[in-house]
């Protein structure tokens, strides 16, 4: 039963000092939980304290793997708007290259 911080994460610090098992540990590339100290925070708080400051979605993963704060649950933009903006942004950029080479 432990929770675990993956590649997405950016290195802020912020959840580290918010362990109460002092589970959470700088590492390279990222930071990292040793499963074997993470309780989930059961007994201590309602939410995992680390992913409830987290500011990066799917950072931090349930011990099935699924992220805690899915795409979306933090920035409020829904995958389809994402998908949207992400394909409006593709589009422009090939634009600009077939402007560059013309
Ligand atoms: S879930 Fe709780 S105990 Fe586990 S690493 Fe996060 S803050 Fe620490
Ligand atoms: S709060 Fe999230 S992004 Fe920041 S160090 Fe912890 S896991 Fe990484």
């Known amino acids: 039963m432990a929770l675990e911080i993956i590649e997405s994460c ?5 959840c580290e ?3 109460p098992n002092q589970a959470i ?8 939980i040793d499963a074997d100290k993470c309780t989930e925070c059961i007994g201590d708080f309602l939410d995992a304290q680390c992913a409830s400051i987290c500011p990066i979605e799917g950072a931090i993963l349930t011990e099935l ?4 704060n899915p795409p979306g ?3 409020g933009i829904s995958l389809e708007l994402l998908a949207k903006y992400q394909a ?3 589009a422009t ?3 600009a290259l077939a402007a560059k080479s013309a």
């Open 10 to 14: 950016v290195n802020c610090y912020a």
């Open 17 to 19: 000092p918010l362990c």
């Open 25 to 32: 540990y700088q590492a390279s590339p990222h930071f990292l």
């Open 65 to 68: 793997g699924e992220p805690i």
């Open 73 to 75: 649950s933090l920035t």
């Open 88 to 90: 409006a942004v593709e």
């Open 93 to 95: 950029y090939q634009a």
